[in-house]
């Protein structure tokens, strides 16, 4: 696949400026992008194998890892769909690029925009569950919500698939692109501001709940984010004509979506994922001990029972193993911004 200007991309640029369109050819800027982003999700593979095999940590068990990894599955499918149907790619000489209802309707709306916004959202109501409702999201409902999300996803990409092409979206061979029509754009950013509508009710639900570790800002940034990619999407796609043909808004939407996905990405995972790499029971022991402490076990599903009576509080090497252990008792009749003070100093949070 080429990225030079070769004399059939000069062809292509003189027909779509006979047809009024100003068309910047696929070049090295778009390769740049690719390479980027593919960086970005090859780090992030290696960061999710570590928490996959750490998966049993608790810090990382609360995060629901396995679920985590869909969520990285599904944006890989909407990162493909993205450079398949965004202009950063030739088209022309591959059939299943041109087969624009699975890069379009399958890659890039259903198992990748839909899903990792619904997932995100789905994690927004799990942690409603928990902290306004009290109650351990796990069992029936967990499998409802998530049976119904993804079903949900598969009818609308099934619908999507059968009805005729020209209501839908179609390979263009004069621009090498896919085309998608004006109202199949608007039914797929009307769910996507829907989910973003769920996630803003979500948050104001919780505005008033205290958490017991990052999940404030992991709500705020949920909500910001897709606020974000909402606006974007719907301006590249309704507002800018053809923004495929427009190397800065072509490019600038897949750094909007895919930054911004990776974004919720480590600010849900960054926190309990770096200490489990370099302070790993120094954190667990402060983990649990803010656990106790606001009385999260049961929301938390994590039981201390016949495993943890004393928490040791792992010190600095200058400190001696008398300094550095207490029991539960003795914590809660001390002040915890103090005893942990000296927790802290050896801990990322």
């Excluded at 992030?44 to 998966?55: G, K, S, T, V």
């Excluded at 263009?172 to 996507?192: A, G, K, M, Q």
Aim: hydrophobic share 45%.
């Amino acid at each position: 696949m080429s990225f030079s200007l070769t004399q059939d991309e000069l062809a292509r640029i003189e027909t779509a400026q006979f047809l009024g369109i100003r068309l910047d050819p696929v070049g090295y800027v778009d390769l740049s992008t690719i390479v980027f982003l593919s960086t970005m999700y090859a780090i992030e593979f290696i960061a999710l194998c570590y928490q996959l095999h750490n998966r049993n940590y608790p810090p990382l068990k609360v995060k629901n890892v396995p679920v985590m990894f869909s969520l990285y599955l599904g944006a890989i499918c909407w990162l493909l769909g993205d450079i398949f149907t965004g202009g950063l790619v030739h088209l022309n000489h591959s059939t299943v690029l041109r087969a624009c209802k699975f890069t379009l309707i399958w890659c890039r709306a259903c198992m990748g925009a839909f899903y990792v916004t619904l997932m995100f959202a789905l994690r927004c109501y799990s942690l409603y569950h928990v902290f306004h409702k009290g109650k351990a999201f796990k069992g029936r409902i967990t499998l409802l919500s998530t049976a119904g999300t993804v079903l949900a996803i598969i009818l609308f990409g099934i619908i999507s698939t059968l009805v005729p092409t020209r209501m839908t979206t179609y390979y263009e061979d004069i621009l090498d692109v896919c085309y998608t029509t004006r109202n199949y754009i608007i039914s797929v950013l009307l769910v996507i501001w829907s989910i973003w509508g769920y996630v803003a009710v979500m948050s104001w639900r919780m505005r008033n709940i205290p958490f017991c570790f990052n999940e404030r800002l992991e709500i705020a940034s949920t909500f910001f984010v897709i606020l974000i990619i909402s606006v974007f999407n719907t301006v590249c796609l309704l507002v800018i004509p053809v923004y495929p043909a427009s190397r800065a808004w072509r490019n600038s939407l897949l750094y909007i979506n895919h930054v911004g996905a990776s974004t919720i990405y480590w600010i849900v995972m960054w926190e309990p994922t770096i200490n489990c790499i370099t302070n790993r029971e120094v954190y667990l022991n402060w983990w649990i001990g803010k656990l106790k402490s606001d009385s999260m076990e049961r929301q938390y599903e994590y039981s201390t029972e016949n495993k943890i009576d004393t928490v040791h509080l792992v010190s600095a090497p200058d400190m001696s193993p008398k300094e550095s252990s207490y029991t539960h008792s003795d914590m809660a009749a001390t002040d915890y911004g103090t005893e942990f003070t000296n927790v802290s100093r050896h801990m990322v949070v």
